[in-house]
């Protein structure tokens, strides 16, 4: 597996980009120190830039993803992995989902992880994983 690191400013911070090559692909691990996704334009502006350099697919941090998304009432997150399948570019979101205790959010992580283009993951490793099939 190849690793590369690209530096890029969001809106607010500064988001690393890891390069992984897996599987005749580029994955792209997207990493910072607080939250680089709070809304649509936020995604959008992910998937353009690595879209733009290249990249298949993305992993994103759960801690780099506002709290909001976690909650299901507030339609962000809908909103968002909506951009990620319209621009066919599959996302992991990695964490530990454990602390949350809805049910409805437990459901929506074990559909999305029954599918291919969404799914929540404990680890980078399982990530790319999943992402190399």
């Known amino acids: 597996m190849d690793i590369a690191f690209r530096k890029e400013k969001t809106k607010h911070?500064?988001?690393?980009?890891l390069s992984h090559a897996i599987?005749?692909?580029?994955?792209a691990e997207i990493i910072s120190e607080g939250v680089i996704v709070s809304n649509v334009d936020d995604a959008l502006d992910i998937i353009g830039n690595t879209g733009y350099q290249g990249f298949n697919d993305v992993?994103?941090?759960?801690?780099?993803?506002?709290?909001?998304?976690?909650?299901?009432?507030?339609?962000?997150?809908?909103?968002?992995l909506q951009k990620f399948t319209n621009y066919r570019m599959r996302v992991v979101i990695v964490g530990d989902f454990s602390s949350f205790n809805s049910k409805s959010l437990n459901d929506?992580?074990?559909?999305?992880?029954?599918?291919?283009?969404?799914n929540f993951l404990p680890t980078v490793a399982e990530a790319?994983?999943?992402?190399s099939k």
């Not at 911070?13 to 980009?17: C, K, R, S």
């Not at 780099?64 to 339609?75: E, G």
Request: glycine share 4%.
């Open 23 to 27: 599987a005749n692909k580029q994955v």
């Open 13 to 17: 911070l500064y988001m690393n980009i």
């Open 59 to 80: 992993i994103i941090h759960k801690e780099n993803l506002t709290n909001d998304f976690f909650d299901l009432k507030s339609k962000i997150a809908g909103e968002i």
């Open 108 to 118: 929506f992580i074990y559909e999305s992880n029954n599918g291919k283009q969404v």
């Open 128 to 131: 790319l994983t999943v992402l």
